[in-house]
């Protein structure tokens, strides 16, 4: 048994469902304890009165972030709506290891930045030391990051299938499509009309099509990078009725079998992100509520033409589980501390 | 009020889904009245015992289809298993006209039949005389048809999207690729351990990718003959968790204006194709249980290139429904008739 | 072919689930015509931006009550919420017939009114004159009413299987539970965070339980009316994950043949509400999108005790189907007309 | 970090969903070590094979039951069918300890055996042994105990409403009903048609009413055992289209208040059984995948009426999750060891 002291962790945001997520995936993590809930309308209950599922944990009553005492805190989970979160990272004191989910530090460069989420940006000098937090990507940088900002959730599902390929050169920049099945809980707790129950059960539809969704300027960031020239994939995300799990079903021109080669040798020492053998497709039932990651990758009869179908859990390794195994990592803990949790099927 | 007498119909494979949509549909036609209900392990049974919500008709008793008399019958739904209804329609008498389910008479050629089926076909000369059942493409052939082969569901969800580009040449052929959403009644009742709830729900996976679904036969014969070149699409089918509905998501190469005028101009006069105006896209919620079938189309931010996304009811448009719109115009009927029951939603 | 002319139509809230459906089935009957369709916030918008499964019909705009011309109109449903109907209806034009689906006109007594909704009641003229609209039990007053109250779901689900064995006399009035499980869309298409996808998919929940659900008003006014004295029943509704359906099971002491002889010989004529046959029982999947009722009984291994399920659609059945069977029967039509649509399955 | 060696488990049935729940538990328990894997059709296969959800773990292929070599093995769980399981575990060898998920060896009275499932019992001395597993109420004995028979899972939901309450003699006990709601994985992997997922999605029904049910067995059983007289229950359970859970709702008579200190005196010091306060109740969703089991109380309007509801995930607390709580009595383990997983939600 150890006897270091746990890391003292606070978390913003923790009325959503991200927050909830990183306490469910803290309360089991046996070198964290959680010392702070921020919440803002929701301030003042029990976090067993906004949900439920966690009554069985010891947790802090929800607090105005204002009114948190920061000073014994170690790490803290920003799990706040973009354009929220930089205002309150930037006022929080600097001793502070972050780890942001929000959407406001994935973006290395400010115009970018206004392009897609519209004003000026409220803290660039946070934004110009976060590092991007694709865990497998940028172990190094995460280690010794003050702030890391978490992947959007779709970016993460089709960076895994495609970064390895273009650092290889492997695919044709040209001609890559990512079709995503989305589940809904990647849409927050927001109330939307098309996030009710009898909206959306029963149907499946495309949502930000022809380049307008917002994870976009990841991957122009990110593939770009990688490339040495500029990339712009096609991008159509859908949303299907389940709760959890991405599947995106990528399309490129390439040799199927240096593609999957590729892919199992890029992920094959990484403890949550698997290729599966050549023809074998993942499903994200396997994944759900859980760390992992499947990928497979299948020959397409057209020639020099791959399939690759990647499975995550958007609010595991989508975004709180990936901010977990990150925080492991600026803290010094094995990244897979807390996180080797079992997919729950059925 | 009419004054002729209804048509006589018999359904064979009356007891698995497209059978009972069949049922559903005709019970509120005018002019049909069923005279005969076939099925094979559940003979003897009524109709009320095998589809429950059914029960109000007073239909016939399902009856081995050697048992049946044939001789009143007008036309005759064959909802068998393919290979079967080959050697079922074989010898039906020839008086009948028939309206075949199956994917025993799709395919002109039969080497392709055999390449993608397996086996010899038994029943060659009636596959001599079928007409492809895509009744927006073959009215006039299915009006004084005999025999009409039934499309496949998938098969047609990506022919509305893509015959009138192909026809007007606005695409590029050597780069299209069809993603399909496919709810689970597409697979039918049979007892698969991927089809149970448990399974199936809270989750997605691809199926048949590769280009190996059986369908891909329907869209190579057919898109080569339009375009008077061989034409190989790319096409992946994914499983969601919905009973009905088919969602086609189309990528193509061409000029997003030209191909959202040429399906407007193509569906203009359809009482059951519909193009929606420019960007709108389409869900399979909104033709769930009915004969429509909505398309949609937008740009993308690549240049040059469009997203087409096509929404029908797998079991209505895409089967059933299909077949008696075309049943109508064997029988002189309108060919809405008794179709234009509007979408259950929510 | 019918040479009269139509019946003229409005349908106010026509934005909400029950006025959808409303239009779907009037849709397809053959002597009614919408010619007016109210809403408020969505004014202005044409039926298919709200609903976009309706975009095939050719229907009014949306227009404010305000501005409506009922000169020509013969019969508007109400579908607005309660407290706003009994408001809009005071005002409208006293040749109109009206079927309210709101609960302003269920109550006769104004005080049980304000005992369970709370506040005086503005339209008590109209609320003396209106009919409670459970048409297999108030058919005469129904013909002959100007104004007809639509039943509560769960009211009606409860009413179907209890009314004829209270008033047969046999069953114990002092020891009844009604135990329901309701589909997500009775609760209608209001943003609450209860009715997100997220939160309702794949879990249930009692709600308004001890008592408190106002359809309770219902049941204490029918049964008491018709018992001759006060009946009060234990009643605990629960939402599950399905859009369309409520599930009632009856629990009552009596003796389970004579119970089940006297549901069917209530129903024997009945073109909508179907006993089953002694020990069958009733799925709300067999009657999704129906007008239909299915009542099963089975006796309990516990002497003198039996168990009766009730199956019906809300928003069929339960509201808009049950409106226009009380609007063919106010208009001289049969009561049938338009509402012989088979049930969806699956 | 403890230098004691891990007990050596076998589990019997691994290919079904309580054999794979247990996996998922088991791999994350701190002293437990999966040494064998017991199948039958599917002997030979990788665990990942047939659950791809486990693929990350490093588990024994697959082995036929006869080909497993138990000297090593300390505790083996038994998730095979009733029936077999009796034959298998007679032939085990006696030095290993068993915890037995089948109804084979929960009811003592081998004349109630045959009753409820038919035939003579094949192993009458280990049923003679046999602890029932209801660990909040049996915890003595299981922890001495060499064969555990794990309870019903619909079974457990009643009891955790009704023990304390029958003991307590707070409740009228000629007048106790336990209508349920389970979800679709309490009837297994196996094929059946109305386990598909477009017969159950979109639905509710009841089965096995009117006291057919054979987890009646079980609340007779003990019910009659703690009241010192026979008790008769009512019970009807439904199926709903949710993979996991069971809510319970449970009608009896007596003092609300009494009935709802009774609960929190009895499960005050439970790890895992908590009862909300007066008026909360529970629901599936916010005990998914975990081991806690939620009850709440309400009273009725109705004088000395009160509701109880119950919710637990059935192939955990209810199967899986009551099995390793119990295996860890019998091997010296705090009973919450590896249980302590949060609920996942949404």
Redesign the interface.
């Known amino acids: 048994?150890t006897t270091k002291a746990p890391h003292k962790i606070a978390i913003l945001g923790a009325s959503g469902?991200t927050g909830?997520e990183l306490?469910?995936l803290i309360?089991?993590h046996p070198n964290m304890e959680i010392v702070a809930l921020g919440a803002n309308s929701k301030a003042g209950l029990a976090m067993a009165q906004v949900?439920?599922?966690?009554?069985?944990?010891n947790l802090p009553v929800l607090a105005k972030i204002a009114e948190i005492d920061f000073s014994d805190v170690d790490l803290c989970f920003c799990a706040l709506p973009h354009a929220t979160s930089q205002e309150v990272i930037r006022d929080l004191p600097k001793h502070l290891k972050i780890v942001d989910l929000s959407a406001d530090f994935r973006l290395r460069d400010p115009a970018e930045y206004t392009r897609w989420y519209g004003g000026e940006h409220a803290a660039l000098d946070v934004q110009a030391e976060a590092v991007y937090g694709l865990t497998e990507f940028y172990r190094d940088e995460i280690c010794t990051a003050r702030v890391v900002a978490g992947t959007g959730c779709n970016a993460a599902t089709g960076q895994y299938a495609l970064r390895p390929l273009i650092a290889a050169g492997v695919i044709d920049l040209d001609?890559i499509?990512i079709?995503l099945?989305t589940?809904?809980?990647g849409a927050g707790?927001a109330?939307?009309?098309n996030?009710?129950?009898?909206?959306?059960?029963?149907?499946?539809?495309?949502?930000a099509?022809?380049?307008?969704h917002r994870h976009?300027a990841e991957f122009d960031q990110e593939f770009s990078l990688i490339a040495g020239r500029d990339v712009?994939v096609?991008f159509?995300p859908?949303l299907?009725?389940?709760?959890?799990?991405i599947?995106g079903?990528v399309?490129v021109h390439g040799d199927p079998e240096i593609i999957h080669q590729t892919l199992v040798d890029a992920y094959g020492d990484e403890p949550f992100v698997?290729t599966l053998p050549m023809?074998d497709?993942?499903?994200?039932?396997?994944?759900?509520?859980?760390n992992?990651c499947?990928i497979g990758v299948?020959?397409?009869?057209?020639n020099n033409?791959a399939?690759i179908?990647v499975?995550l859990d958007n609010l595991t390794k989508g975004s709180s589980g990936q901010a977990l195994q990150n925080a492991n990592l600026m803290l010094g803990e094995d990244e897979a501390t807390g996180l080797?949790?079992?997919?729950?099927?059925?």
């Open positions: 048994m469902y909830a306490v469910r309360s089991t949900f439920p599922h966690l009554r069985h944990l001609n499509i079709d099945k589940g809904v809980s707790r109330l939307k009309e996030l009710l129950h009898a909206e959306l059960s029963e149907g499946a539809h495309a949502y099509a022809g380049g307008t976009l712009r096609q159509t859908h299907i009725p389940a709760n959890r799990g599947l079903t399309y698997v023809g497709l993942p499903s994200t039932r396997h994944i759900r509520g859980s992992y499947h299948t020959a397409d009869r057209v033409r399939t179908v499975a080797m949790l079992a997919p729950v099927f059925p």
